[in-house]
């Protein structure tokens, strides 16, 4: 029993350390820090939930990173999700064999995802629209780049269409088509076209945020009704539906339960303080942190880290994150570069110099904010570098 106590407080000690530096002088701050073995806890949850890799489709916003996506790649997963041009490249410079880029290709963006096409011959893109003309830029992208002399790029690839899928309106209002019939005129609309190809049902429910997994998953149903609705009616129409991808980390779990979906969750690989927070029944790990450091303590009771505005999401209400190894500090004011906390303890203030591990509330954003994160091992020793890769907006080549 004695000894069983001794592993139980060892447990609890290392849960609240696990953050931890153990050679900080090797980092300079404020610092963008992954800690890859929370990663790989991640990754395996992810796999649980899903209940196969397959039916994984993750969404690489939130770290942007070729190393993250090669431990997914190594842990069986295919196909990938993503918002930019630039993180489409980075994936396909990363190895990904198959990549959706969930955002309306309009103007000049038509003509680069399918230069992006050309380009990597080898990886098989996708892309969505929710209008006609939406689907009339692709065309037209698809026709110049085809033709000799068409398009920035020389054609690496004989194929002249696109694999497109419909994106539903699941109730966010951002980007979507409504259901029912005006999915389906979309959709047969792309089936007629000579130069795109039906690739199937998107829905995208990021609004649906309740604390209760069973209100959420209530929620979700309705957009898995959707979705199927738009399915049934194309294959009955004799029409393809290859796919239909769904869903957020919030109802991750929702869509998992039910068959025939590919999964596109993000935030939960690196997690933050704000899906802690709100979505206590996911079993995912905080996985990256903003370390700072202690730069003044201006006044009685207050101190300042070199965590500003620059350097941390700002975009959500509230507190933009949690010191971890100062539990109750106040956030006082924040600039660009300096972020000033009142101490719980007016009689004990962090020293000059000291190190603060910053939990974000919103982990996305923050990691736009830098071009590296330094790796932090199981050890809790600062390694090596990953890029932020694909933090840009441009493609390599034009």
Known sequence: MQREQSEQREQAEQAETWFRIANPEKLRTPALCFYPARIEQNIAEALRVAGTADRLRPHVKTYKCPNVVQMLLRAGVTRFKCATLTEAEMLAQAGAPDVLLAYPMIGPNAEAFVALNQRYPNVRFQTIADSVEGLEALETAVAGMSEPGGGAVPAQSGAKTLEVL???????????????????????????????????????????????????????????????????????????????????????????????????????????????????????????????????????????????????????????????????????????????????????LPAIGELVYVLPRHICPSVQHYDYATVIDAAGTATERWPIAARGRGLSFM
């Open 166 to 348: 419909v994106d539903i309106n699941a109730g966010m209002n951002r980007t979507g088509i409504a259901p029912g019939e005006p999915a389906l005129r979309l959709y047969r609309r792309i089936a007629e076209s000579a130069r795109l190809e039906p690739a199937g049902v998107h829905a995208y429910d990021g609004h649906i945020r309740d604390h209760e997994l069973s209100a959420r998953c209530a929620a979700a149903a309705e957009t898995s009704a959707a979705a199927e609705h738009l399915r049934s009616a194309a294959v009955a129409e004799g029409i393809a539906v290859p796919r239909v991808v769904m869903g957020g980390t919030p109802t991750f779990p929702c869509h998992a339960e039910r068959p025939d979906v590919e999964l596109s969750p993000g935030t939960c690989f690196l997690h933050d303080g704000g899906y802690s927070e709100q979505h206590p029944d996911l079993r995912f790990l905080p996985a990256a942190l903003i370390v700072g450091r202690v730069i003044s303590r201006p006044a009685d009771g207050l101190f300042a880290i070199d965590i500003g505005s620059k350097a941390i999401a700002t975009d959500r209400a509230g507190a933009r994150g949690a010191i971890l190894n100062l539990p109750g500090a106040e956030p006082i004011g924040q600039s660009e570069e300096h972020w000033v906390f009142r101490g719980a303890d007016v009689a004990r």
